[in-house]
């Protein structure tokens, strides 16, 4: 069953009097529950394109179905909710907020929703990233492996349909990234997640079930 299913999509930006086209005509589906690498050269499309399957941009032409809603069919108020219930991030500089806990900054998403954890749920994920003694620290008290597990804690707390990482390892040592790396894959799998990761990495793009390469936004 695929999770996301995109039609023919472009999108180009203005620059100046140039026409840059980061997305060029691209068909791709992605299954339910699988682990997939998006790899490229900088420029090429990765973050144009996750960013289109996040609802972040809208298409020049074309269309992105996540979970089987079409995101072109939805104002601002209904992607913003849907960022929110479906879709999980994981950034590579972590986006922790520093005045908030561990345990807050996890949960944080679902406080903007007006919801609680799920107690269960919170407890075997935070057990899982070895986070269940740092749960009252802030997060320049913890290592940057411990901040970023923190992260992939907070993009899963929503039980989201798809997990989006942009560079989850970017600014690791390889010992580091193939920890990160087993652990984003570690944790999609427990949890039945989709897991789409952009990245230079060919280490952590090994992990993956499948990998798609971009070039001037196509699909080689």
């Known amino acids: 069953m695929d999770i996301v299913e995109i039609r023919h999509l472009k999108k180009y930006f203005q620059d100046g009097s140039q026409v840059v086209k980061a997305l060029d005509g691209i068909d791709l589906t992605i299954e339910k529950g ?6 490229g050269a900088s420029g090429s499309g990765k973050t144009t394109l996750l960013n289109s399957i996040a609802g972040l941009y809208e298409p020049t032409e074309g269309t992105v179905l996540v979970d089987g809603l079409d995101l072109s069919k939805m104002d601002e108020e209904q ?21 908030l806990t561990i345990r807050e900054n996890i949960i944080f998403p679902l406080a903007l929703d007006d919801s609680r954890p799920d107690a ?19 997060p320049h ?8 597990c923190t992260a992939i804690a907070r993009a899963l707390i929503t039980k989201p349909s798809i997990v989006l990482a942009d560079e989850p390892t970017g600014s690791f040592d390889m010992k580091t990234t193939q920890n990160v790396a087993g652990l984003l894959k570690m944790t999609a799998t427990t949890f039945h997640q989709t897991l ?20 001037d936004g196509k699909i080689l």
Request: no cysteine; aromatic share 10%.
């Open 120 to 138: 269960d749920y919170f407890s075997r994920l935070v057990q899982l990233l070895g986070l269940d003694d740092h749960l009252d620290d802030y």
């Open 79 to 99: 992607l913003t909710v849907f960022r929110r219930r479906k879709i999980g991030f994981v950034f590579q500089g972590y986006n922790l907020v520093p005045e």
């Open 34 to 39: 699988k682990f997939t690498a998006i790899v």
């Open 196 to 215: 789409v990761v952009i990245t230079h990495n060919l280490d952590l793009a090994q992990l993956a079930d499948r990998v798609i390469r971009l070039q």
């Open 141 to 148: 008290m913890l290592s940057g492996g411990a901040q970023q």
